[in-house]
């Protein structure tokens, strides 16, 4: 596992907590940056690129 896979798995643990923090104290906001955070991590993990990398290549599309 790369740094990269790492960071991405990181992201996935922190965006199932906020998502699980947004429905406890019903902040919605709160609950779609978790999802968010863990699709970027899911990516990040299973493509082993940085941030930035996928964030390039998403826009190129």
């Known amino acids: ?3 990269d896979q790492f960071k991405g798995k990181w992201k996935q643990i922190k965006g199932d907590f906020k998502k699980k923090y947004g429905k406890i104290t019903d902040d919605e906001y709160t609950e779609a940056e978790g999802s968010m955070e863990k699709l970027a991590g899911k990516m990040q ?3 082993g690129k940085s941030k930035e990398e996928l964030k390039d290549e998403i826009n190129n599309w």
Request: proline residues 0%.
């Open 45 to 47: 993990e299973k493509y």
């Open 1 to 3: 596992m790369n740094e």
